[in-house]
């Protein structure tokens, strides 16, 4: 059995002020004996202003840099996941995440589907590959990523016990309603959490943005999801942490028991 957590919090282009806040989040965490803590996409440095294609750019850090080294110290002997604009080394800018634990960096992911004109300001990933970490074997993916069947499929197919996905998913452009509770884009987004869940029989969990940003404003719903589809704690629409026990071996045994969606598919039927 382990502790997991997914925060839902506002990050801005303050990357100092970021920091103080990962901070935070870090000790609050450990406090509660969480082992896995996921934090929202681009909490290093902040998402874009607008999806028009003309927004300012965050900080673009090196994976090798001071900044994720930092991360590293503060993470100590939990595994973290945080969102960060990459610098690639060859001046190209990629919407990433990483997870650090037992002080090295253990993983990362360049986001491969970009909503509106994301694509303006960042290059697109090509891949999606599980690694092992101390609490499990993991897979991560970035907010759009989620909308895509496959991404998490082919996570799964790779052995991820754990898919974490941040986000800094907006809600409504248009007809937006006064209450982010009824906006259709904060139902989809708890959507997709619970069917990549269920359709892959993993533990996911969901961390993303509150609060506004530019144009932007940001559903929260941080949540954690069991292998069933189950929703086991959530911040709801509002900023917070979203805390869960789960025995994620034991968890996955159970519901691949009979129904086992990974055994039973025909791919040769897909074609």
Not at 21 to 43: I, N, Y
Not at 97 to 122: F, I, M, T, W
Not at 126 to 153: H, N, Q, W
């Amino acid at each position: 059995m382990i502790k997991v957590a997914a925060v839902a919090e506002a990050f801005d282009r303050d990357l100092e002020d970021g920091f103080t806040r990962v901070e935070k989040l870090v000790e609050a965490a450990r406090a509660d004996g969480v082992r896995l803590l996921a934090l929202p996409e681009a909490c290093l440095g902040g998402y874009l202003a607008d999806l028009d294609g003309q927004a300012d750019l965050p900080p673009a850090l090196r994976l090798d840099g001071p900044e994720i080294a930092r991360l590293v110290a503060i993470a100590g002997d939990m595994v973290v996941c945080a969102g960060y604009c990459e610098d690639a080394g060859d001046g190209t800018r990629y919407n990433s995440v990483v997870c650090v634990g037992e002080g090295r960096v253990l993983g990362n992911h360049r986001k491969v589907h970009q909503p509106l004109r994301e694509d303006a300001s960042y290059a697109s990933g090509s891949s999606f590959a599980a690694f092992d970490t101390p609490v499990g074997r993991l897979g991560l993916m970035i907010c759009y990523d989620k909308a895509f069947p496959e991404s998490a499929r082919s996570l799964a197919l790779d052995g991820a016990e754990i898919i974490v996905c941040v986000s800094a998913w907006p809600g409504s452009r248009t007809n937006a309603p006064e209450s982010l509770a009824d906006d259709r884009w904060t139902r989809r987004f708890d959507l997709f959490d619970r069917a990549r869940a269920l359709e892959n029989q993993v533990v996911w969990i969901s961390a993303n943005q509150a609060g506004t940003f530019g144009s932007l404003r940001f559903v929260c719903s941080a949540k954690i999801v069991d292998p069933g589809g189950d929703v086991l704690a959530t911040t709801g629409c509002a900023p917070g942490m979203a805390v869960a026990t789960v025995d994620v071996a034991g968890s996955l045994t159970n519901a691949r028991r009979y129904m086992g969606h990974l055994r039973d598919r025909r791919p040769a039927a897909y074609n």
